[in-house]
């Protein structure tokens, strides 16, 4: 009999998980010692219930904390920021993808910077070229692309190593009039919240039209929280 026919043995634990509780968005460190005859594989699950299980994947350390569009020539600046949760030792990994008036994802657009490091609760901003991101903020972004350009009613995704790991928007819709369009605004992710690869508008702050007819910052009466 081939050993892959032969039948394996039962599983043993000799710890089991603790109990521990944190707030959404923290690390939560989880450990069980288990024995079998041959080798093990395994997979952590999560339920709300006890009796519908789904998979743990691995956290992907980044996400959109913010989306901006300012009111510059009725377009610019327009920002994305990021959020490190750990430390993250090369950014290239990631990349950003602008699924436009309702267009379907068609996979990355552009690389976030090669050999640059992020350490745990620093944050990134991607901008378009140009003085109109540090006109509006009074700062530099940390990375320019010319084909950073996005309206209120566009998708946005981040990649990491070409699998879509977290979306502000809903690809494939349009979003003029729907609870995700910020033309001439900002969303920003609510605190204690996660990345997520389907869409949820109760982890955002939506505010449309509250850069129109500013010219910076300082200006806005809800102005955007650069970080």
Not at 41 to 67: A, C, F, H, R
Not at 83 to 105: C, H, K, M, R, T
């Amino acid at each position: 009999t081939q050993d892959y026919k032969e039948v394996g043995s039962g599983v043993t634990f000799s710890s089991h998980p603790a109990t521990t509780s944190v707030y959404q968005g923290n690390s939560a460190s989880f450990q069980a010692t288990v024995s079998a005859s041959g080798g093990l594989v395994y997979q952590w699950q999560k339920s709300e219930d006890g009796v519908t299980w789904e998979n743990i994947d691995e956290s992907p350390s980044l996400m959109i904390s913010g989306i901006f569009k300012g009111d510059i020539g009725d377009t610019y600046p327009r920002a994305i920021e990021l959020y490190a949760f750990e430390d993250i030792p090369d950014l290239s990994v990631y990349g950003i993808e602008i699924a436009s008036n309702g267009n379907q994802p068609a996979g990355q657009m552009f690389s976030l910077s090669n050999n640059v490091s992020l350490t745990s609760g620093s944050y990134y901003v991607v901008s378009e070229p140009g003085t109109y991101f540090k006109t509006w903020f009074g700062i530099n972004s940390n990375q320019e692309e010319y084909i950073n350009i996005f309206d209120g009613n566009d998708a946005i995704l981040l990649y990491k190593n070409n699998t879509v790991v977290d979306v502000v928007g809903v690809p494939g819709e349009n979003g003029t009039g729907k609870n995700w369009d910020h033309n001439d605004g900002w969303m920003y992710r609510k605190n204690g919240t996660i990345s997520k690869t389907v869409f949820s508008i109760d982890d955002w702050n939506v505010c449309k039209d509250c850069s129109d007819t500013y010219g910076s910052n300082s200006q806005m009466v809800k102005p955007f929280t650069i970080k």
